[in-house]
């Protein structure tokens, strides 16, 4: 039987959080529960989780913790969880935790305790403090140096851990000195989402949201950066994805994926809903302990948010870059409104990044030696060619969406094929969680 690729992320305090950044996406779920003053996940509920997923069979079992903040619960919780996840596992079984979180409560008791179980962390951090003024505590106060602080402790317990950038208003115009920052930090793994944000009656966007031209610009300019830098080892999760994409290696990203099934949001009460930007009484698909997750996954509701997603709008199918974009991240299509055949909201931004990127990647690899880039290009196209990977070839993929998301046969104990030095369950497989960021 086919094993499904299915992530978890669990919210275990819900949108509860100790900071008051100015365009979380996330503070709009305390709607949904508005008699919980203090959301905690039980351990029973955990427990439920974590039988029923395991019962599903999954090819990877991937866990990813975010909120709201979800360190309010404390390490006992997650001392517990890791019992938890023991008592669920079978022979063979590697389960991959990663927790999203702002740092504030990161302490040495924390970070060893990360690095004990192989936690991946994100840290969210918008750029040098000037930069990252939305990210701030109710009173107003600043965060930077506490989060910077939790970096400095992440490292000295050797804990894996990313940056992750929201781009917004306050930001977007600043991709170079975002990437500058995190050179002169030695903040070798990041990811940057686009601030996209609905207002609230689905059409308006947050004052903090930006367009897709002003994504187009960031993330070309920020590539420019990357480019410039010439070092592979500073890992960015879209360059990453675009150069599993310019090689034909299936992308990690669902962003890149044909359609929204390879993740479930478990909230703290044990609902479930799909991906966590769609966390709304509509798309919920019940409830852990009066339902099976299997049983989920087969329901209407899962089932109907799913073919939405995976349909492309019909202008999409003489694109030349279908095989890549598939129309888009659903959120920027149907969160913000857009109808099945409504133009992406995000069309024109990826038509210039692909461009851009793959045109330049082209001119690295076949341009003059001497660079690192054009090494590690070099080296990539040889192990792909040698069938490393196994790579589903780009004129395959250009058929469609369904080879373009084909799954390869990228072992968990590969090289990532990123070129971060990392094994591939320690990279990118273990962040496939890992852009449904709470910011
Ligand atoms: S982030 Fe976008 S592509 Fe990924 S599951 Fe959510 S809506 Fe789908
Ligand atoms: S770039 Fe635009 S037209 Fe092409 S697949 Fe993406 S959304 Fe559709």
Known sequence: MKKPHLGILLKPTSSDCNLS????YYRGVREIYPDADRPRMSLEVLEEVCLQ????????IKLGWQGGEPTLMGLDFFKKAIEVEGRNARSGDCWGNSLQTNGLTLDDDWCGFFARHHFLVGLSVDGPAELNGTRRFPNGRPTHHLVMRAAERLKKHQCEFNILVVVSAANVGQPEAVFRFLTENELRFSQCIP?????GDGERLTPHSITGDQWADFMIRFFEAWVAHDDPGYYNRHVDNWLHLYLGLPPESCEYRPDCSNLVTVEWNGDVYP???FVQERYRMG???EDTLEHMLQGRPFRDFVKRSEQAPAMCGDCRWLW???GGCWRQRGKLGLDGQAKPYMCEANQRIFEHVFDKLDSLKDGPEGSQLHAFLKDLQRRVASGEFDAVPRERSAAGPAAAGG???LRRNDPCPCGSGRKFKQCCMSSATGNHLSC
């Open 53 to 60: 997923y395991r019962a599903l069979e999954p090819a990877d």
């Open 287 to 289: 409830n852990v302990l």
């Open 324 to 326: 890549a974009c598939n």
């Open 21 to 24: 950044c100015d365009y979380c």
């Open 275 to 277: 991906c966590d930007f």
């Open 407 to 409: 799954r390869g046969r």
């Open 195 to 199: 601030c996209t944000e609905p207002a």
